[in-house]
């Protein structure tokens, strides 16, 4: 997708993927990564999810990417925080407590930007990306988070019924995106379709949504 085609839906306030509240994957399974607050959490196209303010509230610090500076200006406000603004390279990075936000291209984050995180927590980015972006993004995550683990909640249905995005990302699909450099478990897999009364709009008769951890296996 052209970064047009985002700028315009959030300025159309096009935004069915944001939720009002944290994704219930973080109460479930974000415990399973093992990984203790202050560390820093990296959120890839991060939107304004209110599951950077669940992983805040728990203690982590977080280090978001976006590209859209209305939809980081819309994350701040939400948590009536104003933030310090720098200019870093071709981002601006907004600064407020326990968030660090980058709005720009994640694939032209300067790789010094991550060699804090500890972990990653992907919701609604892979399946934000066209299937040939997929395969850059699968490439760049582990050259660029290192031994990160990663919780990822992935969607799946059938292509032909409905255009992504989101687009349909199968678990065998997972597995041959991230299975060279990761460990993949699966933590949920449920049907959640009646929850989701925009993608039956859209067509959709069956959705599925699954919680992976991903752990490095090598480097
Ligand atoms: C489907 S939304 C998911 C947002 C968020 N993760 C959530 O759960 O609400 C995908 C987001 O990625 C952003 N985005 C798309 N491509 C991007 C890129 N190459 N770099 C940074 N952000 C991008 C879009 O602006 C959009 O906010």
Redesign the pocket.
Known sequence: ?E?S???E??HKGD?G???DAA?TALDSHWSALGIAPPAVVF?????????MAWLAGKGYRVLG????QF?IDAFFDSQNLTPTTRRQGAFTVSAAGPYELW??????LPADALHEIAAVY????L???PPA?QSAYADWLPRMTGKAPILL?GLAYDESEMDG??FSIPQNRIRQLLGANYDIDVLSDEDVMQANAGMKKRGLTALQETVYRARRIRE
């Open positions: 997708m970064p085609f985002w700028h839906r959030w935004i993927f944001h939720r994704h959120v890839p196209l991060c939107g304004k999810s209110l599951d990417v976006e590209l859209s939809a709005c720009g291209d994640l694939f032209a992907d919701r609604a980015s399946v934000a990306l972006t909640v995005p989101p």
